[in-house]
């Protein structure tokens, strides 16, 4: 519940920097930085520089966990949306489709660690498998600038319902 909790007010913070970036004149970044699987306490002054600094001149998050471990499409599915995976759907890192997914060999239960899959589940359910606003959407809707790399799949979960690679205004 705490997780939820710190989810949504990230959300919250990120989506009023939205709301400011709309109001000023010059324009500003977020960066939103999610290392998938490091642990907090892995990252030292000798074994990670750069992000050690960056958390002790930022927000340290001291005490992380993850909706549902080990699983990555299931939290990158909470924290895009801010969501419960059961108002996501998606539970691991398969997902039952109830139909044949072409970019999985026709599997009724694809591996989603995959952006070719989750564009034929996407397609299936009117363009939003997860049926819930991403972050990335959010922001792109209004206006701003966006952009993810990452892993596979769960980085094409912040803004699955856009694929065009086109930029934003």
């Known amino acids: ?8 007010l990230c959300c919250a913070l990120m989506l009023g920097s939205v709301a400011s970036v709309s109001a000023s004149s010059q324009p500003h970044n977020v960066v939103l930085f999610i290392p ?5 306490l892995m990252v030292s002054t000798e074994s990670a520089p750069t992000m050690a600094a960056i958390r002790d001149k930022g ?8 909706l549902f471990p080990t699983f990555t499409t ?17 539970f691991s890192n398969t997902i039952y489709s109830g139909f044949p997914v072409p970019g999985a060999g026709g ?8 952006d070719p899959v989750l564009g034929d589940v996407d397609e ?3 363009g939003d498998y997860l049926d ?4 990335l959407k959010a922001a792109r809707d209004a206006g701003i600038s966006t952009a993810t790399i990452g892993k596979l799949g769960p980085a ?14």
């Open 74 to 90: 299931p939290n990158a599915s909470a924290m895009a949306t801010g969501h419960y995976l059961g108002d996501t759907g998606d």
């Open 107 to 114: 599997s009724l239960t694809p591996f989603l660690e995959s």
């Open 124 to 126: 299936h359910f009117a």
């Open 59 to 66: 927000v340290n998050f001291k005490n992380p966990h993850s």
């Open 132 to 135: 819930e606003v991403t972050l």
């Open 36 to 40: 998938d699987g490091l642990r907090a």
């Open 156 to 169: 094409l979960i912040f803004d699955h319902t856009d694929r065009t690679g086109t930029p934003t205004k």
């Open 1 to 8: 519940m705490r997780s939820l909790k710190m989810i949504a």
